[in-house]
RNA sequence: GCGCCCGUAGCUCAGCUGGAUAGAGCAGUGGACUUCUAAUCCGCCGGUCGGAGGUUCGAGUCCUCCCGGGCGCGCCA
């Protein structure tokens, strides 16, 4: 850029300017040099990389916070699959993802609320529960009613709890609260809780929706056409105009969920994110016209944030499975939790962009199970946790930080040990920023990866007593860089983990 | 037709918002356990970054067009 400015080549620039520094070096500089086309390279001395150290072990399970959304109160809405049913395998992704965001978030300051929005009031309910009421008279579901076999255990249930002269009322609410309950408890296998379990039966109850078609109209934003009430959104910035009452009286989608997002900002949440599969995208002007038109969009409350995620295509052996809820044909994510570790589930789910499409094979994940990143990591953590404790066993002490001298650390797989977890807070933030939980597990598998080669490069105890110092703390700093990462992904953290038994051929059948 | 996402090694994917010789895992192949756990490490093999133009000192990254794939374009949610 400066080239052009001056009116000469990078490269003459780059000498210039590294003339011009001679001398001039700060601490921590050891030398600047001038390479390829016209870059000035600073050369660092490795005493900046050791302050790391102390750094990391100081904050402990802070390192890497920071303050990028310091004291923001932000709403998370994610998963919010339709209460009619488990959730399917595909949700995980949801699941992953935004409890990863969530905590991405909460490590840049946010006050992050997570929310599941309940859609318990439209059709999809109704053919719910009537499907449900067949079961219940030991009849087949409706034609285009829920075929899985879930029903009819709910079936059973529901006529051992509330007896045999169960009303349609009745069993509209017992089946929503059987099927909640199987959320929460898939949700807490995977271990991602909620704060707040929004139903959309608020909204109309307290007539939060004809507020919303109110305002509209005050703001003459609605016009009637073909028996039906319209938004005039496209003039906003949608793609077309949307309807809001249907003909039939009925609010659409749009007006309930305008309700539901204006109740959020009443809530006291000013930046609002909602998760959505890349099935939504079409809607995502509509909502966020539509909240402008109600005043939401201002700098005090910014138009809410849609996050969107490309699909997961289930397969089963090679097989693509319809994500049909209602046939019944499903893999479901308990499925995946009955055949893999949570921790196996969620990085799975973490590993890559959300802008990529996955395909999610039931029985390659299976196989590959012991395969998968989760155990690198992990057995990164639990090795270093190891070396603690085998330090304690032989009487070794880490003494006080400041009376070690960490300069010793100068082999190459401790500096980029180093360089790596240096990195962590910058790339956290990024991640953040982003909304990007991959950043997290690609840095963790790198820097893991490091931590192998420290491990088999380095050996920590030995009859140097200064290293062993020095090296057992940069183990414990390794320890915490992983700890964090792992936190951030949802995935557990173990401290030991048992040696794989050796490969037995496996001719039994 | 229009909108969004994707196209990088045989496969699955990274690539830090434009920088130096494009990386990792898996697969293939050859090595390393008397030593803090081998769920580990090291080597080799493997690339017209879908294609063509453009902007730039510099493009996998930005712009335009084209090709290919996914998802949308309801008074469904």
Redesign the pocket.
Known sequence: ?L??VVGTS?REVADRVVTALEGLAPRHVARVEV?????V?FFLAPTWLHEIVGAVVTAGRDYGRGDLYDGLKVNLEFVSA?PTGPLHAGGGRWVAVGDAIANLLAAQGAHVHREYYL?DA???LDVFTASLMARYRGEEPPEHGYQGGYLMEFADTMRAELGDHVTDAAAADWGESAVVAQLRDDLSRIGVYFDTWFSERTLHARGDVDEILEALRAAGHTYE????EWFASEALGD??DR?LV???G?T??LANDLAYHRDKIRRGWVHLIDIWG??????VKSLQVGMRALGVGTETAPEPEII?G??V?LERGGEVVKLSKRAGTVITLTDILDDVDPDVARLTFL???I?????FDLDVVTAQS??N?V??VQ?AH??CA??AR?ATEAGIVRGPLADVDLSLLVHERELELLRALA?YP??LR?AA??R?P??VS?WM?DFA?RF??F???????TDDAPLTQARLWLAEATRVGLANALAILGVTAPD?????EEDEPDDAQ
């Open positions: 850029m080239a052009k990078p390479a390829g086309p016209g870059f390279n339709n859609n439209g059709t999809q056409q073909d028996g039906a793609h077309r309807v249907r003909s039939n009925t659409t989608y890349a099935d939504h995208h079409g809607q969107l490309q699909l295509k590993l890559q962009s802008d990529t499409a996955m395909t012991m395969e990143p155990y690198y057995y639990a090795r190891s070396i085998r990195e910058e790339m990024h920023e982003l990007a991959h950043r690609t598998r990866a192998h080669g491990y088999r490069d380095c050996r920590v105890m030991v983990m048992e040696r794989l």
